[in-house]
């Protein structure tokens, strides 16, 4: 892959208000992403920005005055890694999300993170000294051909040996099984595989709206010829079977394997424990939204839900 465009921005604060419904602020040290997966809602970012280079290929490196008063952040959440991935290859270098938790620390704030890097492991000291932290991996396949064509982030052994070192260092771990690629990722074997170190699993459909639904169309036609007629199905025609039948599926699996499962937001604010709770989340628009002036908060749009 070419050298990514880098450049430094300065922004007034590096926390935004959030109207997600597992945070009351969003936190992202860079804009774009190297990882440049070719199925991310993020790619949105760049009309906001100015860049005009393809997604994965510019970061904007964001220096931000020092956060005053972090203890204002006393039991807020915190997620970090909504709309970029806060340990890409160049944080060895600048270290803006180092600095963020060095900032936070001792403030009380409760932080979730979201990656696809094992670079977490550098800060896994300082992130346990916040109170209920969080972290989670996407992972949607075992096998590295087909993540090699989707990202350009760390190998999935990589990340699921940080998964659990965090997890053997009493972090919550999330295992966030998305997008889920229909007839390409098997569900059922990444969770025999982390079922042991997480305490959570999410899974998400497959969402393709925007530009890249034209590019992964085309690569399921090249690689994957035989499935092309199912993917005109669901991504064409808005055919839902697939995700029902996965559905039932996995709420089988989950009876017979001991798992507790549920549906869109069912568990968001159950208390991780063993063994993993499984939620299954192919069904955005159905989400609960609560009424009053909380709505907006706690709705969920896709296109800054976890990674």
């Not at 009309?47 to 931000?64: A, C, I, Q, S, Y």
């Amino acid at each position: 892959m070419a050298e990514a465009l880098i450049r430094h921005i300065q922004t007034h604060s590096i926390l935004s208000k959030s109207n997600l419904p597992v945070c009351e602020y969003s936190v992202n040290p860079y804009v774009g992403c190297t990882h440049g997966c070719k199925y991310c809602y993020a790619s949105f970012m760049k009309r906001f920005t100015g860049h005009t280079e393809p997604w994965g290929t510019f970061l904007d490196v964001k220096n931000w005055p020092e956060i005053q008063n972090p203890q204002k952040y006393a039991g807020k959440e915190l997620f970090i890694g909504s709309v970029t991935d806060p340990y890409l290859p160049q944080e060895e270098i600048f270290g803006r999300t180092k600095a963020l938790l060095e900032q936070l620390q001792g403030s009380g704030a409760k932080i979730s993170i979201a990656t696809k890097s094992d670079l977490v492991l550098r800060d896994l000291d300082l992130i346990k000294s916040f109170p209920d932290a969080r972290v989670s991996w996407s992972v949607n396949t075992l096998d590295e051909d087909f993540r090699r064509d989707m990202d350009n982030a760390a190998p999935i052994e990589r990340r699921l040996a940080a998964m659990e070192a965090f997890h053997c260092a009493g972090v919550r771990t999330t295992c966030f099984i998305s997008p889920i690629f229909p007839g390409i990722t098997d569900a059922e074997a990444i969770i025999r595989k982390v079922r042991g170190y997480c305490n959570l699993v999410w899974l998400e459909n497959l969402n393709l709206r925007g530009g890249y639904k034209t590019a992964i169309l085309a690569y399921i036609q090249e690689k994957y010829p035989r499935l092309l007629p199912l993917y005109r199905e669901i991504y064409q025609a808005g055919d839902r079977s697939y995700w029902q039948a996965l559905d039932e599926r996995l709420r089988n699996f989950a009876a017979q394997n001991g798992l507790d499962y549920a549906v869109n937001d069912d568990s968001i604010s159950r208390p991780f424990a063993a063994p993993p709770v499984m939620v299954n989340y192919f069904y955005h628009e159905q989400i609960r939204k609560p009424a009053g002036k909380d709505a907006a908060r706690n709705s969920c749009p896709r296109k800054e839900k976890c990674r």
